[in-house]
């Protein structure tokens, strides 16, 4: 069954330095999200994207945050200056064009020292 | 504007009991609503889903949820709770399938 999937799993930085999340979302997908989960908090909406740009944006997502689908596969977040408030589960998600479900990755754990 | 709330942050039942999660939504469009279930250290697994058809969902492991517009709640039941039923369950709202709100989550805890 295809699936999203995610990489680092895990991805320790330093505070002030570049990241970024990198997402293979389920191939005839077409729309993409990000989504975060700060430990101990509800999963909360970050950006989602279609036809390569943003088509909606949460007030979390600031100047910091962008994202990209560098090729036909991944979809990746960057965060260009980590602050410890970054630290959190990052989670991709995928859509088709029809449907009303989205499809999980298992998530990338950030953490900002 | 949606919105989800999930009543009660920790759940606890005995194994062999009845598992009630409790979700109450707010949406001015009829909604889109599910449930994920989060393992530690996993991702958010689907659990079910109601897209307006059967208001009653039945879902993997032996959950279900009713659907009541009147109340505006989506709450999810097992009949009886298994260990491995220990996790975290969010529920969560959308009425384009584009942005999902998520409630803050119901962690359940399995008594042996």
């Known amino acids: 069954e295809p699936e999203v999937t995610q990489t680092p799993s895990h991805q320790v930085t330093q505070m002030g330095q570049e990241v970024i999340l990198r997402c293979v979302p389920i191939?005839?997908?077409?729309?993409f999200y990000w989504y975060r989960q700060i430990l101990g908090q509800k999963v909360e909406f970050l950006v989602s994207?279609?036809?390569?740009?943003?088509?909606?944006k949460s007030e979390i997502f600031d100047d910091q945050f962008s994202v990209e689908r560098p090729d036909g596969s991944n979809f990746t977040l960057k965060i260009r200056s980590t602050k410890l408030e970054d630290s959190a589960m990052y989670f991709c998600a995928s859509l088709t064009s029809y449907g009303n479900e989205q499809f999980f990755g298992p998530g990338t754990r950030l953490t900002v020292l | 504007a949606q919105s989800v709330t999930q009543l009660g942050s920790h759940v606890s039942v005995s194994e062999g009991a009845l598992v009630l999660l409790r979700c109450n939504y707010s949406s001015s469009v009829p909604p889109y609503l599910f449930w994920y279930v989060q393992y530690p250290n996993q991702g958010l697994q689907l659990l079910l889903k109601y897209t307006s058809a059967a208001t009653l969902v039945k879902g993997i492991n032996g959950f279900e949820a009713e659907f009541k517009k009147s109340e505006t709640s989506f709450h999810l039941t097992k009949p009886s709770a298994h260990m491995s039923d220990a996790a975290e369950y969010f529920c969560a709202v959308t009425n384009t399938g584009n942005q999902f709100y998520f409630g803050t989550g119901t962690s359940l805890t399995v008594i042996p």
């Open positions: 994207f279609y036809n390569n740009e943003i088509s909606e």
């Open positions: 191939s005839n997908h077409l729309y």
